[in-house]
C-alpha cells in the first residue's frame, strides 16, 4: 500500500514549485525595478540639462537715441532713418556698456568694441526695429532690456568657466570681471525666457534668441491635418472591413498590408511623401500640409488596427439583439456598435496622433528640418502651405548645431514636447473613461 499523505503537508515536489514561482516574482519585480531606474536615469537627464533653457541672461541698457547717427538731417523721415542699418546702432549699444561699465566702478582694459561681444547680436535689431515703431523717441534716451550673448549666458548657468574661455574666440576672461559686476550693481540678471516658449528659431550665431513657438505652430497644423484625414478615413475602413466587407482573398490581403504598414519605417513613409506630394504634386517643401499628408499614411495603419479592435469587443449579441428589433445593418452598426466602441477608437487616435507628433524620420525627406522658422504664419492658408518646421525636427537641428546654448535648447524643447505627449495621453484616459459603457 502506498502511504497516504495530508493535502496540508508541503512535499519536495510542492516546495520546488513554490520555489520556482517566487523566483519568478523576483525576476518580475527586477524588471520592473530596472525599467524604473532607466526611467528614474532618462527624466533626471532631460531636467538636469533642459531646465536651463527656460532661463536667460538680460542686460540693462540705457541706450541713448542720438539723432547725429540715427538721423543725421534731422528731418525725421521714416524712409531715412529706416537706411540705418543695424550696424549703425552697434556704437550706440558700445557706448551705453561704457557708460554702465563706468558706473559700476570697474577698471577694465576692453574698448567698447571689446564689450560689445557681452551682448548678444539680435540687440540691434531689437533697438533698431523701436526705434522705426518710434521715430519721436529719437534723441531719448530709453531703457532696453536685451539679450547678453551665449557665452555669458553659459557662465551664468556653469556651461562656461573661466578656464575654458582661454580657449574661445568670442570671449575674455576680462570680460567676466566685468560681467561679474554689472550683475552685483544689478544691470545683468538671469529671469524666464518667455521667448524660448513662444519665440522663433534663430541663426547659429544667436542661440540665446533661439525659441520654439513657430515650430509648435508647424506642429499644430501638421496635427490638424493628421486628425481631418486620418479619423473619418481610419474609422470608415475600418467598419467596412470588420462589420460590412465579405470574407475573401481581396480583404485577407488588404487586412495583411494594413498589418505589414504598421511595421514600416517611418522614413519609408518620407520616401513616398517626397515622390507624390512634393516631385509629383508639386506641393511646397517643408510645408506642414506635407508633413500632414506624410504622417496621414503613417497613422492610418494604427487607426485602423485600434478602431477594428475596438469594434471586435463590441459583444455579438449587441449586434443579433439590434437585428432581431428589425433595425438594419447600417442601424445596429450606427446606433450601437460604433458608440460602444468609441472610447477604444478615440484612444487609438488620440495614440496615433501622438505617435506622428514625435517623428522626425519622414520630416527629414521633405525638407521640415533643413528650413529656420523665423517667422508667426499669418492665417490659415500660410500656416498649412509656407514653409514651417516641427518640434521634433527643431530639436534634431538644435542638436547638431556647435554652440553647447542650442544643446541645452535640444534638451528644454524635449521637455516642451514630452509634456505635449504626456497631455495627449491623458486626454486618451479620460476620454475612456468618460466614454466607457458597461454591457
Do not use: C
Amino acid at each position: 500500500m502506498t502511504a497516504r499523505t495530508s493535502l496540508l503537508t508541503i512535499d519536495a515536489r510542492t516546495r520546488k514549485r513554490n520555489a520556482a514561482e517566487t523566483r519568478f516574482k523576483a525576476y518580475g519585480i527586477a524588471a520592473l525595478a530596472v525599467g524604473l531606474l532607466f526611467l528614474i536615469a532618462l527624466l533626471t537627464a532631460i531636467i538636469s540639462n533642459g531646465t536651463g533653457a527656460f532661463k536667460q541672461t538680460f542686460i540693462a541698457l540705457p541706450v541713448e537715441l542720438r539723432a547725429d547717427i540715427l538721423d543725421k538731417d534731422g528731418t525725421g523721415d521714416p524712409d531715412v532713418i529706416a537706411k540705418v542699418s543695424t550696424f549703425g546702432y552697434a556704437p550706440l549699444i558700445g557706448m551705453a556698456l561704457e557708460r554702465a561699465v563706468d558706473d559700476t566702478g570697474v577698471d577694465t582694459p576692453l574698448p567698447a568694441q571689446a564689450l560689445l561681444q557681452m551682448v548678444s547680436a539680435s540687440a540691434a535689431a531689437q533697438i533698431r526695429d523701436f526705434v522705426l515703431e518710434n521715430p519721436d523717441r529719437i534723441g531719448d534716451t530709453v531703457e532696453f532690456r536685451v539679450l547678453a550673448a551665449s557665452r555669458v549666458d553659459g557662465y551664468f548657468k556653469d556651461r562656461v568657466s573661466r578656464e575654458s574661455l582661454a580657449r574661445d574666440r568670442n570671449l575674455a576672461p576680462e570680460h567676466l570681471d566685468v560681467v561679474d559686476a554689472l550683475q552685483g550693481a544689478g544691470v545683468i540678471e538671469t529671469s524666464f525666457n518667455a521667448a524660448f516658449i513662444f519665440g522663433a528659431d534663430a541663426s547659429e550665431s544667436r542661440p540665446e534668441q533661439a525659441g520654439l513657438g513657430v515650430s509648435m505652430l508647424g506642429s499644430l497644423f501638421m496635427m490638424l491635418v493628421v486628425l481631418l484625414l486620418s479619423l473619418p478615413i481610419g474609422v470608415a475602413a475600418s467598419i467596412y472591413l470588420e462589420e460590412f466587407a465579405p470574407t475573401n482573398k481581396f480583404t485577407d490581403f488588404i487586412e495583411v498590408n494594413i498589418s505589414n504598414l504598421a511595421a514600416v519605417p517611418s522614413i519609408v513613409f518620407g520616401i513616398l511623401g517626397l515622390a507624390v506630394f512634393i516631385q509629383f504634386m508639386h506641393l511646397p517643401q517643408s510645408a506642414p500640409l506635407v508633413g500632414g499628408l506624410v504622417l496621414t499614411l503613417m497613422t492610418l495603419p494604427t487607426i485602423i488596427i485600434s478602431t477594428r479592435a475596438s469594434l471586435k469587443s463590441v459583444p455579438p449579441s449587441i449586434r443579433d439583439a439590434a437585428l432581431g428589433v428589425g433595425a438594419s445593418k447600417m442601424q445596429s452598426v450606427f446606433h450601437h456598435v460604433l458608440p460602444l466602441a468609441m472610447p477604444g477608437i478615440l484612444t487609438g487616435t488620440i495614440l496615433g496622433l501622438a505617435q506622428a507628433l514625435g517623428e522626425t524620420a519622414p520630416l527629414l525627406l521633405i525638407g521640415m528640418v533643413g528650413y529656420i522658422a523665423t517667422n508667426t504664419p499669418d492665417g490659415l492658408a500660410e500656416g498649412f502651405l509656407a514653409p514651417n518646421s516641427a518640434m521634433p525636427a527643431q530639436i534634431y537641428e538644435w542638436a547638431k548645431r556647435a554652440d553647447p546654448a542650442y544643446y541645452e535648447r535640444a534638451w528644454g524643447g524635449i521637455i516642451i514636447l514630452l509634456v505635449f505627449l504626456m497631455v495627449m495621453n491623458i486626454i486618451a484616459i479620460l476620454l475612456r473613461r468618460r466614454f466607457e459603457r458597461r454591457w
